[in-house]
């Protein structure tokens, strides 16, 4: 092999390092923040509102809040989704959400809570830093 050669083949693997190196930091990291939110019982079903923040490095179009309503002994009682009302997301954004499930007032005997989470047709379950729920 000449010295030319070797000089390229060094460069090819000094570029698909540093290219590599590049293509891991700009991957799109999805992160959501909730700053309060409330489950509550409204009529003969449950209602969770709050506002959840964009804090990732990418926007998170058609973006769904899930809620699980929950037992005092935590098995679920039901869960639902419903979609935000703006379709994307943009980075440091923030948007309200609403997710409602009726329930009927059988079904409601032993609620104790909710959980929410995030998703999309993307990614399955965003992150999300979530305060406790305000009653």
């Known amino acids: 092999m000449n010295r030319t050669a070797r000089h390229l083949g060094t460069l090819g693997v000094l570029l698909a390092t540093v290219l590599g190196q590049t293509a891991v930091a700009a991957a799109p990291v999805y992160k959501l923040n909730v700053s309060s939110w409330r489950c509550q019982v409204t009529g003969s079903g449950v209602t969770a509102t709050g506002t959840v923040r964009n804090v990732g490095n990418r926007a998170i179009a058609d973006l769904r809040a899930n809620l699980v309503v929950l037992r005092a002994d935590q098995t679920v009682i039901g869960t639902t989704s419903m979609s935000l009302p703006i379709r994307y997301l ?45 009653r």
């Open 90 to 134: 943009a980075v440091g954004r923030s948007s309200a959400f609403q997710v409602q499930m009726p329930l009927g007032r059988n079904k409601l005997n032993g609620f104790k809570g909710c959980r929410v989470w995030f998703r999309n047709a993307s990614v399955v379950q965003i992150p999300t830093t979530l305060p406790p729920a305000l």
